[in-house]
T-cell receptor, first 114, second 114 residues
Framework: AQSVTQPDIHITVSEGASLELRCNYS??????LFWYVQSPGQGLQLLLK??????LVQGIKGFEAEFKRSQSSFNLRKPSVHWSDAAEYFC????????????FGTGTRLTIIP | DAGITQSPRHKVTETGTPVTLRCHQT?????MYWYRQDPGHGLRLIHY???????DKGEVSDGYSVSRSKTEDFLLTLESATSSQTSVYFC?????????????FGPGTRLTVL
């Protein structure tokens, strides 16, 4: 069975600073990987996804993520955060035989300070 | 944004009462999902549907049942609500025609069981 670990429960960064959110997965084959963002009181919005090909994936809102098979990681990055990036971020993994079951990590809450 | 609505958006009920949550989509997507979100657990899949009258269990299905009589509607029923079912419930949809289809999420329903 697949699993996802987000080791950081809460991260605080200054506005304008760079950001990296960690995600490690466990799956026996090449996984499908996703990052979602959830603003307070809202549903989840897809930031980016990786299925195959280029291991550096660009997403919306200036985010990118890099798939590293050797480290079983799919870390999310942004070079300069904005106050509006404050939210909770979820990494998810799907099996590559179909998308009917996603397994989510427990999330990382991002706080932005002025 | 994907056309997904959930009703009600908020509900308070008492232990032992039946509760039904509704998810409605306007995208004509094949797959529909119900998740629950709890602090420290991320999102966990309750049930999903891969077509009208076709459903299957997810990770945390005990105490929940679902029905899908039309493509656009997916109902989640708590036959006899318990306090452990206090949670935020999210519906998601995906087209389901390729392995790489993305899941899109509704706004959520906050359920409190007293």
């Amino acid at each position: 069975a697949q699993s996802v670990t987000q080791p950081d429960i809460h991260i605080t960064v200054s506005e304008g600073a760079s950001l990296e959110l960690r995600c490690n997965y466990s799956y026996g084959a090449t996984p499908y990987l996703f990052w979602y963002v959830q603003s307070p009181g809202q549903g989840l919005q897809l930031l980016l996804k990786y299925f195959s090909g280029d291991t550096l994936v660009q997403g919306i809102k200036g985010f990118e993520a890099e798939f590293k098979r050797s480290q079983s990681s799919f870390n999310l990055r942004k070079p300069s955060v904005h106050w509006s990036d404050a939210a909770e971020y979820f990494c998810a993994v799907g099996a590559n035989f179909g998308n009917e079951k996603l397994t989510f990590g427990t999330g990382t809450r991002l706080t932005i300070i002025p | 944004d994907a056309g997904i609505t959930q009703s009600p958006r908020h509900k308070v009920t008492e232990t032992g009462t039946p509760v039904t949550l509704r998810c409605h989509q306007t995208e004509n997507h094949r797959y529909m999902y119900w998740y629950r979100q709890d602090p420290g657990h991320g999102l966990r899949l309750i049930h999903y549907s891969y077509g009208v009258k076709d459903t299957d269990k997810g990770e945390v299905s005990d105490g929940y049942s679902v029905s899908r009589s039309k493509t656009e509607d997916f109902l989640l029923t708590l036959e006899s609500a318990t306090s452990s079912q206090t949670s935020v419930y999210f519906c998601a949809i995906s087209a389901g025609y390729t392995k790489t289809d993305t899941q899109y999420f509704g706004p959520g329903t906050r359920l409190t069981v007293l």
